[in-house]
């Protein structure tokens, strides 16, 4: 199971709202034995590898232990950075699940059923937005299903929706 990152914000220059965002969700990956994916961050040419960008996060953060539960992370191999998708997310990724306000009712999935498909072996990306748009229209298509946490179509901030998700497949899972 991976969280999926897309960056909506600045394609170009790495902002404090990347790093936020990344930090907060390294820890819940960590936390909850998920993998974490970033799809278009412009993280600088110099940090290349996956632990290179996580000692580029943890060394301006306070978040997760000042960044050392990221770091840890990407030394387990739970983390990766990827370019934007023009055809589709990677394929070893799993089944694409766009975390969204607004889901396609043809392609919505519970908790429930989440979970299990999940439990019946199937990797999963959990994507969400990074702006204040959420994922750009184009992307929506990419899904192979949708999935909205709260049950009544609330806009959630970002990492609000992160923890959330991680929280309710969590315990959805331990049933």
């Known amino acids: 199971m991976t969280l999926g990152l897309y960056n909506a914000y600045d394609p170009k220059v790495f902002r404090e709202p990347h790093r936020r965002v990344i930090a ?4 819940l990956a960590l936390a909850f034995d998920m993998n974490l994916a970033l799809f278009g961050f412009p ?16 060394g301006t953060t306070s978040i997760g232990a000042h960044g050392d539960n990221f770091v840890q992370l990407a030394d387990l191999g739970r983390f990766q950075k990827y370019p934007y998708p023009d055809r589709g997310f990677p394929p070893q990724l799993g089944k ?4 969204t306000c607004k889901p396609d009712v043809k392609k919505q999935l519970t908790v429930k059923q989440l ?20 994922v750009p229209e184009k992307v929506r298509p990419l899904s192979d299903y949708d999935f909205e946490v709260t049950g009544g179509n609330y806009s959630l901030e970002t990492c609000t929706a992160l923890g959330a998700v991680c929280g309710s497949l969590h315990c959805q899972l331990l049933q």
């Open 24 to 27: 907060r969700a390294g820890d």
């Open 43 to 58: 993280v600088p040419e110099e940090a290349n590898t996956p632990q290179e960008i996580a000692n580029f996060v943890a």
């Open 96 to 99: 694409v699940i766009l975390t």
């Open 115 to 134: 979970a299990d498909l999940i439990g019946g072996g199937q990797s999963v990306l959990l994507l969400f937005g990074i702006g204040p748009h959420g």
